[in-house]
């Protein structure tokens, strides 16, 4: 089945370490997005990418950084420099197009501890 | 830059009852709207999309929702609620940049 993969679905990070969430797509899109959801705040961009080795910061990319080695892939490093972490990451994939609708993989919730 | 306002963090409805749930939009282009739904710690889905053609949308799960472009609204509505409905829902805009705008969210109670 085609879909976005998003590991682990919980994460626990120690003050000071930098932790890389998972996102793997497998329907073919060109277009990726990790968005960052804190209750009452909505879904907010942290980073996208249209294409194979590119990618641009979104409204809240302090304290993070991506890589899009692959087409399927669109990793996300979660660094020390971001002050706080804790929240649910969601992944996201579309066609390169803006009447397309994004998928969303299941989301991964970080807690630092 | 486009935006979007959902009026109203919690909606609480009982079951039977119309759903409604409002989106207002912000865009100095035509738009194109979505609309998903969200259930606990899970990743978000589309219930319905308008892009062009017919302003009333159908969606899933018996959702509709209308594009009003001189109000610059598109509400979802669904006609009689389910206890299966309670969940966050989530308006977003796209207007060709690449990027979805997404409100805040709206989380709807439903009662016996």
């Known amino acids: 089945d085609g879909g976005i993969t998003q590991s682990p679905k919980y994460l626990f990070r120690k003050e000071g370490q930098n932790v890389t969430l998972s996102c793997e797509q497998n329907?073919?899109?060109?277009?990726m997005y990790w968005y960052r959801q804190d209750p009452g705040q909505g879904l907010r961009l942290i980073y996208y990418?249209?294409?194979?080795?590119?990618?641009q910061k979104g409204d809240i990319a302090e304290g993070y950084s991506v890589s899009r080695e692959k087409k399927e892939s669109f990793p996300l490093t979660v660094t020390s420099a971001q002050k706080n972490p804790t929240a649910f990451y969601l992944c996201?994939?579309?066609?390169?197009?803006?009447?397309?609708?994004?998928?969303f993989g299941q989301g991964t919730r970080l807690t630092v501890v | 830059a486009q935006s979007v306002t959902q009026l109203g963090s919690h909606v609480s409805v009982s079951e039977g009852a119309l759903v409604l749930l409002r989106c207002n939009y912000s865009?100095?282009?035509?738009?194109?709207l979505f609309w998903y739904v969200q259930y606990p710690n899970q990743g978000l889905q589309l219930l319905l999309k308008?892009?062009?053609?017919?302003?009333l949308v159908k969606g899933i799960n018996g959702f509709e929702a209308e594009f009003k472009k001189s109000e610059t609204s598109f509400h979802l509505t669904k006609p009689s609620a389910h206890m299966s409905d309670a969940a966050e829902y989530f308006c977003?805009?796209?207007?060709?940049?690449?990027?979805?705008?997404f409100g805040t969210g709206t989380r709807l109670l439903v009662s016996p």
């Open positions: 996201a994939s579309s066609a390169d197009s803006p009447n397309t609708e994004a998928f």
């Open positions: 329907l073919n899109h060109d277009a």
């Open positions: 990418s249209q294409i194979v080795n590119d990618f």
């Open positions: 865009s100095s282009v035509p738009p194109y």
């Open positions: 308008y892009t062009t053609g017919a302003t």
């Open positions: 977003a805009v796209n207007t060709g940049f690449q990027k979805l705008v």
